[in-house]
């Protein structure tokens, strides 16, 4: 759950202090931080008073097999409250990841944001985000992982430039536009979505004291960017990577590998290291 309190809360006065909670079909409820009574003003002018939902929206997906639930807690910077979604990725034609972003009393959509690109809405889908949001409320931004394109094992569908895909993206919290991204794999066909909530710390290098966003990906991979421009404060290789031998498959030829830091995961494996769980099985 997230929590959110007026500015200068009313004493007294209902849903001053709220927490919102994320549910499996996209809605957000609204309820009362004292109480645990429903904030009724919240979604009331879409018909369900005490809850939005991300399914009241064009979500460019066939109805009978969107999965559009949350399974992290909607982030709240300022105001706002921003519910990202999930997808059935293994279709052509999933919904897309649409992140939405709700005034905190009313529940009126503010802004959306799709990372499909434009006129590719039913050529691919998903790219949507399933570990936690960050924010930064002092710069007015929200980080988000995104996730593989739809079909998430298969790219002979979808071989135009997805941006957005395996990203960390910083988007506008007033706005919903992206300000930067960085993607942290190319073309994916090995559903490596991004796993994990994006740090946003401060780190100490070369005397200074520099804000980053820390990304961790499904590779063991850890990318460290500049809060401000995404740029990577150590150096990324782009890295030649096998050909794809499926027919009509088109790997792309090269992937960024993350000088530094170290990876945290096994990322080489040999016959030794795969017989034999003690010394005399080996």
């Given at each position: 759950?997230?929590?959110?309190?007026?500015?200068?809360?009313?004493?007294?006065?209902a849903?001053e202090k709220?927490?919102?909670?994320?549910?499996?079909?996209?809605?957000?409820?609204a309820?009362?931080?004292?109480t645990?009574?429903p904030?009724?003003?919240?979604?009331?002018?879409?018909?369900?008073?005490?809850?939005?939902?991300?399914?009241?929206?064009?979500?460019?997906g066939?109805?009978d097999?969107?999965?559009?639930?949350?399974?992290?807690?909607?982030?709240?910077?300022?105001?706002?409250?921003?519910?990202?979604?999930?997808?059935?990725?293994?279709i052509?034609?999933?919904?897309?990841?649409?992140?939405?972003?709700?005034?905190?009393?009313?529940?009126?959509?503010?802004?959306?944001?799709?990372?499909?690109?434009a006129?590719?809405?039913?050529?691919?889908?998903a790219?949507?985000?399933?570990?936690p949001?960050?924010?930064?409320?002092?710069r007015?931004?929200?980080?988000?992982?995104?996730?593989?394109?739809?079909?998430?094992?298969?790219?002979?569908?979808?071989?135009?430039?997805?941006?957005y895909?395996?990203?960390?993206?910083?988007l506008?919290?007033s706005?919903?536009?992206?300000?930067?991204?960085?993607?942290?794999?190319?073309?994916?066909?090995?559903?490596?979505?991004l796993?994990?909530?994006?740090?946003?710390?401060?780190?100490?290098?070369d005397?200074?004291?520099?804000?980053?966003?820390?990304?961790?990906?499904?590779?063991?991979?850890?990318?460290?960017?500049?809060?401000?421009?995404?740029?990577?404060?150590?150096?990324?290789?782009?890295?030649?990577?096998?050909?794809?031998?499926?027919?009509?498959?088109?790997?792309?030829p090269?992937?960024?590998?993350?000088?530094?830091?170290?990876?945290?995961?096994?990322?080489?494996?040999?016959?030794?290291?795969?017989?034999?769980?003690?010394?005399?099985?080996?």
């Open positions: 759950v997230s929590y959110w309190e007026a500015a200068t809360p009313k004493p007294g006065a849903c709220r927490i919102f909670k994320g549910y499996n079909n996209a809605d957000v409820f309820i009362d931080a004292d645990g009574k904030c009724l003003d919240f979604g009331a002018a879409k018909g369900h008073p005490g809850y939005v939902s991300g399914l009241d929206f064009e979500n460019y066939p109805a097999v969107v999965r559009s639930g949350m399974k992290s807690p909607p982030a709240v910077i300022g105001d706002t409250v921003v519910a990202a979604s999930a997808a059935g990725d293994s052509v034609d999933a919904n897309d990841g649409i992140v939405r972003g709700y005034d905190v009393r009313t529940g009126e959509l503010k802004w959306s944001w799709d990372p499909v690109p006129g590719h809405e039913h050529d691919t889908g790219m949507n985000i399933w570990a949001l960050s924010v930064d409320a002092e007015g931004l929200i980080f988000a992982p995104t996730t593989a394109a739809s079909p998430d094992l298969w790219g002979g569908t979808r071989k135009f430039e997805i941006p895909e395996d990203a960390t993206v910083a506008k919290a706005t919903g536009e992206p300000v930067w991204h960085f993607q942290t794999l190319h073309h994916d066909i090995f559903d490596y979505d796993p994990a909530q994006p740090l946003a710390v401060t780190i100490h290098k005397g200074k004291d520099m804000p980053v966003v820390i990304q961790q990906t499904k590779l063991g991979f850890v990318f460290v960017l500049d809060r401000d421009t995404g740029q990577p404060v150590f150096p990324v290789e782009e890295r030649p990577v096998p050909k794809s031998d499926i027919p009509g498959e088109q790997a792309s090269t992937q960024p590998f993350p000088v530094l830091p170290d990876e945290f995961g096994r990322t080489h494996m040999s016959e030794a290291d795969i017989w034999g769980l003690t010394p005399i099985d080996k």
